[in-house]
């Protein structure tokens, strides 16, 4: 939610929201999904390369956030419109011309 709330996006209606590290890693291995996860959560699956990081282009100080997908199927064009809007924003806010 804070990524979103930050960057004034409104958040798609097609989500799955849960605090369940096992199943976000299951459903995102499963399915045409990204993942928006602390990067601890997600470490040992971009190591193995099960998970791949989608670069945003800038890291956050104030925590560790990424955007994750399966790293045996290529994001859709809808999730990288999603991943596009996402870099915009956050290079925007880290210049200081975004909220």
């Known amino acids: 939610d804070s990524l979103f709330v930050q960057c004034g996006i409104s958040q798609s209606r097609q989500r799955l ?3 369940s590290i096992t199943l976000s890693r299951r ?3 499963h399915n045409d999904a990204v993942w928006i996860a602390p990067l601890d959560a997600v470490r040992l699956d971009l190591a193995s390369g099960e998970l791949q990081e989608v670069d945003l282009g800038q890291r956050e100080p104030g925590g560790s956030i ?5 790293a ?6 809808a999730a990288q419109g999603c991943v ?9 806010y880290c210049e200081g011309i975004y909220p």
């Open 84 to 92: 596009e809007v996402l870099r915009e924003l956050g290079q925007a």
């Open 66 to 70: 990424g955007i994750c997908s399966n």
């Open 27 to 29: 459903y995102v291995l």
């Open 72 to 77: 045996h199927v290529p994001m859709s064009v």
């Open 17 to 19: 929201e849960t605090l």
